[in-house]
DNA sequence: AACTCGGGGAC
DNA sequence: GTCCCAGAGTT
Protein backbone atom coordinates (compact mmCIF):
# COMPACT_ATOMS: atom_id res chain seq x y z
CA UNK A 1 0.00 0.00 0.00
CA UNK A 2 1.74 3.36 -1.17
CA UNK A 3 1.73 6.49 0.97
CA UNK A 4 -1.11 9.42 0.01
CA UNK A 5 1.34 12.06 -1.85
CA UNK A 6 0.53 15.08 -0.43
CA UNK A 7 -0.87 17.85 -2.97
CA UNK A 8 1.54 19.97 -5.22
CA UNK A 9 -1.40 22.00 -5.90
CA UNK A 10 -1.31 23.72 -1.94
CA UNK A 11 2.72 24.15 -2.30
CA UNK A 12 2.75 25.11 -5.54
CA UNK A 13 0.12 28.15 -4.40
CA UNK A 14 2.38 28.45 -0.92
CA UNK A 15 5.55 29.17 -3.40
CA UNK A 16 3.77 31.50 -5.39
CA UNK A 17 3.09 34.31 -2.50
CA UNK A 18 5.83 32.81 -0.13
CA UNK A 19 9.39 32.17 -2.53
CA UNK A 20 12.46 33.59 -1.46
CA UNK A 21 13.90 36.33 -3.65
CA UNK A 22 17.16 34.83 -4.53
CA UNK A 23 20.24 36.23 -6.74
CA UNK A 24 20.51 32.64 -9.64
CA UNK A 25 16.43 32.83 -9.87
CA UNK A 26 16.19 35.93 -12.01
CA UNK A 27 15.59 37.15 -14.71
CA UNK A 28 16.59 34.48 -17.30
CA UNK A 29 17.10 30.66 -16.95
CA UNK A 30 21.04 30.40 -17.60
CA UNK A 31 22.10 26.98 -17.78
CA UNK A 32 25.62 28.24 -16.67
CA UNK A 33 24.54 30.52 -13.74
CA UNK A 34 22.20 27.97 -12.28
CA UNK A 35 24.82 25.04 -12.49
CA UNK A 36 27.35 27.66 -10.98
CA UNK A 37 24.65 28.48 -8.15
CA UNK A 38 24.25 24.80 -7.62
CA UNK A 39 27.77 23.65 -7.00
CA UNK A 40 28.10 26.85 -4.89
CA UNK A 41 25.40 25.61 -2.71
CA UNK A 42 26.90 22.21 -2.19
CA UNK A 43 27.29 21.96 1.62
CA UNK A 44 27.27 25.92 1.66
CA UNK A 45 24.61 28.48 3.08
CA UNK A 46 22.79 30.65 0.59
CA UNK A 47 23.76 33.76 2.88
CA UNK A 48 27.66 32.94 2.15
CA UNK A 49 26.94 32.06 -1.50
CA UNK A 50 25.15 35.16 -2.53
CA UNK A 51 27.51 37.44 -2.59
CA UNK A 52 30.39 34.59 -4.32
CA UNK A 53 28.19 33.67 -7.04
CA UNK A 54 27.88 37.49 -7.99
CA UNK A 55 31.24 38.36 -7.98
CA UNK A 56 32.39 34.95 -9.63
CA UNK A 57 29.96 35.80 -12.45
CA UNK A 58 31.16 39.21 -12.95
CA UNK A 59 35.06 37.47 -13.52
CA UNK A 60 33.69 34.95 -15.77
CA UNK A 61 30.60 36.23 -17.16
CA UNK A 62 30.14 32.57 -19.15
CA UNK A 63 30.97 29.01 -19.43
CA UNK A 64 33.28 29.71 -22.41
CA UNK A 65 34.95 32.73 -20.53
CA UNK A 66 35.42 30.37 -17.55
CA UNK A 67 36.67 27.49 -19.35
CA UNK A 68 39.23 29.96 -21.29
CA UNK A 69 40.38 30.82 -17.74
CA UNK A 70 43.59 29.59 -15.83
CA UNK A 71 43.72 27.76 -12.95
CA UNK A 72 45.18 30.14 -10.82
CA UNK A 73 42.39 32.54 -11.60
CA UNK A 74 39.61 30.38 -10.58
CA UNK A 75 41.04 29.30 -6.81
CA UNK A 76 41.53 32.94 -6.03
CA UNK A 77 38.28 33.75 -7.03
CA UNK A 78 37.23 30.71 -4.97
CA UNK A 79 38.99 31.49 -2.44
CA UNK A 80 37.55 30.86 1.03
CA UNK A 81 34.50 29.07 -0.11
CA UNK A 82 35.79 25.70 1.28
CA UNK A 83 35.86 21.98 -0.18
CA UNK A 84 38.40 23.04 -3.36
CA UNK A 85 37.98 19.93 -5.24
CA UNK A 86 34.57 21.73 -6.22
CA UNK A 87 36.53 24.46 -7.77
CA UNK A 88 39.02 21.92 -9.14
CA UNK A 89 35.56 20.09 -11.07
CA UNK A 90 34.03 23.26 -11.91
CA UNK A 91 36.82 23.88 -13.65
CA UNK A 92 37.03 20.78 -15.61
CA UNK A 93 33.13 20.85 -15.71
CA UNK A 94 33.47 24.28 -17.85
CA UNK A 95 35.89 22.92 -20.06
CA UNK A 96 34.05 19.94 -21.24
CA UNK A 97 30.93 21.84 -21.66
CA UNK A 98 32.67 24.41 -23.93
CA UNK A 99 34.04 21.99 -25.82
CA UNK A 100 30.37 20.47 -26.36
CA UNK A 101 29.38 23.46 -27.15
CA UNK A 102 26.78 23.79 -24.27
CA UNK A 103 25.10 22.12 -21.03
CA UNK A 104 23.34 18.55 -21.68
CA UNK A 105 19.49 18.86 -20.67
CA UNK A 106 19.14 14.95 -19.25
CA UNK A 107 20.08 13.77 -15.78
CA UNK A 108 22.11 11.33 -17.10
CA UNK A 109 24.33 13.28 -19.45
CA UNK A 110 24.40 15.96 -16.78
CA UNK A 111 25.37 13.44 -14.51
CA UNK A 112 28.52 12.04 -16.61
CA UNK A 113 29.90 15.41 -16.25
CA UNK A 114 32.84 16.41 -12.94
CA UNK A 115 31.33 17.73 -9.98
CA UNK A 116 28.00 16.82 -10.95
CA UNK A 117 26.34 14.06 -8.69
CA UNK A 118 22.90 12.66 -8.20
CA UNK A 119 21.55 15.90 -6.72
CA UNK A 120 23.50 18.36 -8.62
CA UNK A 121 22.34 16.82 -12.09
CA UNK A 122 18.52 16.46 -11.28
CA UNK A 123 18.78 20.24 -9.92
CA UNK A 124 20.28 21.30 -12.84
CA UNK A 125 17.35 19.13 -14.99
CA UNK A 126 14.86 20.54 -12.86
CA UNK A 127 15.29 24.13 -12.58
CA UNK A 128 17.36 25.00 -15.81
CA UNK A 129 15.19 22.65 -18.45
CA UNK A 130 12.22 21.99 -16.53
CA UNK A 131 12.73 18.26 -16.65
CA UNK A 132 10.09 16.46 -13.89
CA UNK A 133 13.16 15.07 -11.31
CA UNK A 134 13.44 15.85 -7.75
CA UNK A 135 16.91 16.35 -6.29
CA UNK A 136 17.43 14.96 -2.71
CA UNK A 137 19.34 17.66 -0.62
CA UNK A 138 19.20 18.04 2.78
CA UNK A 139 15.63 20.19 2.23
CA UNK A 140 14.08 17.37 0.55
CA UNK A 141 15.58 14.93 3.10
CA UNK A 142 13.73 16.77 5.96
CA UNK A 143 10.52 17.24 4.37
CA UNK A 144 10.30 13.88 2.90
CA UNK A 145 11.41 11.85 6.20
CA UNK A 146 8.66 14.21 7.93
CA UNK A 147 5.72 13.91 5.58
CA UNK A 148 6.27 10.36 5.68
CA UNK A 149 7.24 9.71 9.21
CA UNK A 150 10.41 7.81 8.02
CA UNK A 151 12.31 6.63 11.63
CA UNK A 152 15.30 5.17 9.16
CA UNK A 153 18.12 6.82 10.18
CA UNK A 154 20.24 8.81 7.41
CA UNK A 155 22.42 7.70 5.27
CA UNK A 156 21.12 4.18 4.89
CA UNK A 157 17.20 5.91 4.28
CA UNK A 158 18.19 7.91 1.36
CA UNK A 159 16.71 5.45 -1.26
CA UNK A 160 13.60 5.35 0.29
CA UNK A 161 13.54 9.09 0.73
CA UNK A 162 14.22 9.86 -3.20
CA UNK A 163 12.04 7.09 -4.26
CA UNK A 164 9.41 8.72 -1.68
CA UNK A 165 9.36 12.57 -3.03
CA UNK A 166 10.17 11.64 -6.47
CA UNK A 167 6.72 10.39 -6.02
CA UNK A 168 5.36 13.70 -5.59
CA UNK A 169 6.94 15.12 -8.76
CA UNK A 170 4.45 12.32 -10.87
CA UNK A 171 1.17 14.63 -9.91
CA UNK A 172 -0.22 16.73 -13.02
CA UNK A 173 0.42 19.77 -11.30
CA UNK A 174 3.92 19.24 -10.55
CA UNK A 175 5.09 17.60 -13.80
CA UNK A 176 3.48 20.61 -15.37
CA UNK A 177 6.32 22.81 -13.07
CA UNK A 178 9.43 20.68 -12.20
CA UNK A 179 11.39 23.60 -11.79
CA UNK A 180 9.23 25.71 -9.51
CA UNK A 181 7.95 22.51 -7.91
CA UNK A 182 11.74 21.57 -6.67
CA UNK A 183 12.68 25.49 -5.54
CA UNK A 184 9.47 24.99 -3.89
CA UNK A 185 10.83 22.21 -1.59
CA UNK A 186 13.90 24.06 -0.88
CA UNK A 187 11.80 26.84 0.23
CA UNK A 188 9.51 25.20 2.39
CA UNK A 189 12.54 23.24 3.62
CA UNK A 190 14.28 26.05 4.62
CA UNK A 191 11.71 28.55 5.79
CA UNK A 192 9.13 26.73 7.27
CA UNK A 193 10.03 22.86 7.78
CA UNK A 194 13.21 24.25 9.56
CA UNK A 195 16.00 21.28 11.21
CA UNK A 196 14.77 22.36 14.57
CA UNK A 197 11.38 23.99 16.03
CA UNK A 198 9.24 23.70 12.65
CA UNK A 199 6.51 26.03 11.43
CA UNK A 200 4.00 23.39 10.87
CA UNK A 201 1.53 25.73 11.78
CA UNK A 202 2.20 27.96 8.67
CA UNK A 203 2.78 24.81 6.41
CA UNK A 204 1.03 24.32 3.19
CA UNK A 205 1.44 20.56 3.55
CA UNK A 206 -0.02 20.68 7.68
CA UNK A 207 -2.60 18.22 7.15
CA UNK A 208 -0.66 15.55 5.33
CA UNK A 209 2.00 15.37 7.30
CA UNK A 210 2.72 11.59 9.03
CA UNK A 211 5.36 13.07 11.27
CA UNK A 212 3.46 16.15 12.51
CA UNK A 213 0.07 13.40 13.20
CA UNK A 214 2.52 11.45 15.41
CA UNK A 215 4.26 14.24 17.09
CA UNK A 216 8.01 13.17 16.08
CA UNK A 217 8.20 15.83 13.52
CA UNK A 218 10.82 18.39 14.73
CA UNK A 219 13.21 14.99 15.59
CA UNK A 220 13.50 13.96 12.09
CA UNK A 221 15.37 13.10 10.24
CA UNK A 222 17.00 10.48 12.21
CA UNK A 223 20.89 10.18 12.01
CA UNK A 224 23.61 7.29 12.97
CA UNK A 225 26.20 9.33 15.26
CA UNK A 226 28.95 10.66 14.39
CA UNK A 227 32.33 10.17 14.93
CA UNK A 228 34.27 12.72 17.59
CA UNK A 229 36.98 15.24 16.10
CA UNK A 230 40.47 14.16 16.35
CA UNK A 231 43.11 16.84 17.14
CA UNK A 232 46.18 17.33 14.56
CA UNK A 233 48.95 19.87 15.02
CA UNK A 234 51.38 21.24 12.65
CA UNK A 235 53.71 24.03 12.39
CA UNK A 236 54.25 27.10 9.30
CA UNK A 237 56.18 28.89 8.12
CA UNK A 238 56.62 33.14 7.47
CA UNK A 239 59.41 34.01 5.73
CA UNK A 240 59.98 37.18 4.76
CA UNK A 241 61.56 39.03 2.37
CA UNK A 242 63.45 42.91 2.25
CA UNK A 243 59.94 44.06 1.09
CA UNK A 244 57.93 42.51 3.91
CA UNK A 245 56.08 40.29 1.16
CA UNK A 246 55.82 36.56 1.96
CA UNK A 247 56.47 33.02 0.88
CA UNK A 248 53.53 30.91 -0.64
CA UNK A 249 53.77 27.72 -1.74
CA UNK A 250 50.80 26.03 -4.05
CA UNK A 251 49.75 22.99 -2.87
CA UNK A 252 49.59 19.81 -4.30
CA UNK A 253 46.56 19.14 -6.62
CA UNK A 254 44.83 16.56 -5.03
CA UNK A 255 43.77 16.25 -1.38
CA UNK A 256 43.30 18.29 1.32
CA UNK A 257 43.26 22.20 0.20
CA UNK A 258 44.33 20.50 -3.17
CA UNK A 259 45.75 23.19 -6.22
CA UNK A 260 45.60 26.28 -3.56
CA UNK A 261 48.00 28.85 -1.91
CA UNK A 262 49.08 28.30 1.76
CA UNK A 263 51.96 29.00 3.55
CA UNK A 264 54.63 26.20 3.65
CA UNK A 265 54.76 23.93 6.84
CA UNK A 266 54.86 20.85 8.54
CA UNK A 267 52.55 18.16 8.00
CA UNK A 268 49.07 17.79 9.98
CA UNK A 269 49.77 14.78 12.39
CA UNK A 270 48.13 13.72 16.65
CA UNK A 271 51.87 14.84 18.01
CA UNK A 272 52.80 17.66 18.61
CA UNK A 273 56.20 18.61 16.86
CA UNK A 274 59.26 20.00 18.40
CA UNK A 275 61.18 22.54 16.87
CA UNK A 276 64.19 20.81 15.77
CA UNK A 277 62.22 18.04 14.04
CA UNK A 278 59.71 20.65 12.83
CA UNK A 279 62.50 23.16 11.16
CA UNK A 280 63.36 19.80 8.68
CA UNK A 281 60.09 21.01 6.50
CA UNK A 282 61.39 24.74 6.50
CA UNK A 283 61.53 26.23 3.11
CA UNK A 284 65.12 27.72 3.42
CA UNK A 285 66.91 25.84 5.83
CA UNK A 286 69.80 27.82 8.00
CA UNK A 287 67.93 30.62 9.02
CA UNK A 288 67.31 32.51 12.13
CA UNK A 289 63.57 30.83 13.07
CA UNK A 290 61.86 32.13 16.04
CA UNK A 291 58.41 31.09 17.41
CA UNK A 292 55.74 33.68 17.32
CA UNK A 293 53.33 33.64 20.34
CA UNK A 294 50.23 32.32 20.41
CA UNK A 295 48.42 29.75 17.78
CA UNK A 296 45.63 29.48 15.22
CA UNK A 297 43.01 27.15 15.10
CA UNK A 298 40.66 25.95 12.88
CA UNK A 299 37.94 23.29 12.21
CA UNK A 300 37.77 21.17 9.71
CA UNK A 301 34.91 18.44 8.87
CA UNK A 302 36.78 15.91 10.14
CA UNK A 303 39.43 16.76 12.55
CA UNK A 304 40.41 20.07 14.75
CA UNK A 305 44.12 21.66 13.73
CA UNK A 306 46.32 23.81 16.06
CA UNK A 307 48.93 25.55 14.16
CA UNK A 308 52.04 27.33 15.48
CA UNK A 309 54.63 29.78 13.33
CA UNK A 310 57.89 30.42 12.65
CA UNK A 311 59.23 33.04 11.45
CA UNK A 312 62.36 34.29 9.98
CA UNK A 313 63.37 36.67 7.35
CA UNK A 314 65.68 36.41 3.89
CA UNK A 315 69.12 37.61 4.04
CA UNK A 316 69.72 40.85 2.30
CA UNK A 317 71.11 39.78 -0.96
CA UNK A 318 69.92 36.85 -1.37
CA UNK A 319 67.59 36.64 -4.01
CA UNK A 320 63.89 35.51 -3.66
CA UNK A 321 63.84 33.70 -6.61
CA UNK A 322 66.19 31.31 -4.80
CA UNK A 323 63.67 29.79 -2.64
CA UNK A 324 60.94 27.69 -4.03
CA UNK A 325 57.60 29.46 -3.79
CA UNK A 326 55.75 32.85 -4.87
CA UNK A 327 56.39 36.09 -3.25
CA UNK A 328 52.79 37.98 -1.83
CA UNK A 329 51.86 41.43 -0.16
CA UNK A 330 50.36 39.93 2.97
CA UNK A 331 47.13 42.16 2.14
CA UNK A 332 47.04 41.08 -1.03
CA UNK A 333 47.40 37.13 0.07
CA UNK A 334 44.75 37.39 2.33
CA UNK A 335 42.04 36.98 -0.24
CA UNK A 336 43.18 34.17 -2.23
CA UNK A 337 44.33 32.04 0.31
CA UNK A 338 41.92 29.08 1.93
CA UNK A 339 40.69 30.63 5.27
CA UNK A 340 42.67 28.44 7.55
CA UNK A 341 45.96 29.98 6.13
CA UNK A 342 44.25 33.08 6.35
CA UNK A 343 44.34 32.62 10.06
CA UNK A 344 47.40 32.11 10.45
CA UNK A 345 48.11 35.46 8.50
CA UNK A 346 46.06 37.01 11.01
CA UNK A 347 48.09 35.41 13.60
CA UNK A 348 51.45 36.99 12.23
CA UNK A 349 49.65 40.34 12.02
CA UNK A 350 48.90 39.81 15.88
CA UNK A 351 52.25 39.48 16.18
CA UNK A 352 53.61 42.54 14.21
CA UNK A 353 55.62 40.24 12.21
CA UNK A 354 53.85 41.22 8.88
CA UNK A 355 52.07 44.28 8.34
CA UNK A 356 48.18 44.70 8.88
CA UNK A 357 46.31 45.84 6.40
CA UNK A 358 44.64 48.70 9.29
CA UNK A 359 48.14 50.48 8.89
CA UNK A 360 48.81 50.03 5.35
CA UNK A 361 45.39 51.83 4.45
C1' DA B 1 29.34 1.53 3.32
C1' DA B 2 32.75 4.42 5.20
C1' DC B 3 35.97 8.35 4.55
C1' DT B 4 37.70 12.54 2.89
C1' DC B 5 36.90 17.22 2.06
C1' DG B 6 35.91 23.85 4.49
C1' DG B 7 33.84 27.22 6.34
C1' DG B 8 30.38 29.82 8.49
C1' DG B 9 25.90 30.98 10.55
C1' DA B 10 22.24 29.83 13.81
C1' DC B 11 21.38 28.22 18.19
C1' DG C 1 30.21 24.25 22.42
C1' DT C 2 26.61 21.60 18.47
C1' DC C 3 24.30 21.21 14.20
C1' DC C 4 23.85 21.71 9.49
C1' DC C 5 24.04 23.70 5.09
C1' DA C 6 20.51 23.16 -2.73
C1' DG C 7 27.00 16.95 -1.71
C1' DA C 8 30.81 14.66 -4.68
C1' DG C 9 34.61 11.58 -5.16
C1' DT C 10 37.44 7.88 -3.56
C1' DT C 11 38.40 3.44 -1.49
Not at 144 to 158: D, F, K, M, N, Y
Not at 189 to 197: E, F, H, K, L, M
Not at 285 to 291: N, S, V
Not at 299 to 307: A, I, N
Amino acid sequence: MLPPVPPASALLHWYDRHRRALPWREPIRDPYRIWLSEVMLQQTTVAAVAPRWRRFLDRFPSVQALAAAPWEDVAAEWAGLGYYARARNLHACARAVAARNGFPDTVSELRALPGIGAYTAAAVAAIAFDRPVVPLDGNVERVTSRIHAVEEALPGARPRLAALAQRWMEQPEAAGRPADFVQALFDLGATVCTPRNPACVLCPWQAGCAGRRAGIAGTLPRKLPKRERPTRRGVHFLLRDGRGHVLLQRRPPKGLLGGMLGLPGTPWRAEGWDPAEALAHAPRPGLDWHALPGEARHGFTHFELRMTLLAATLPPGEAAESVNGEWWNPADAAGVLPGVMQRLLALAEAAGAVASPAQGA
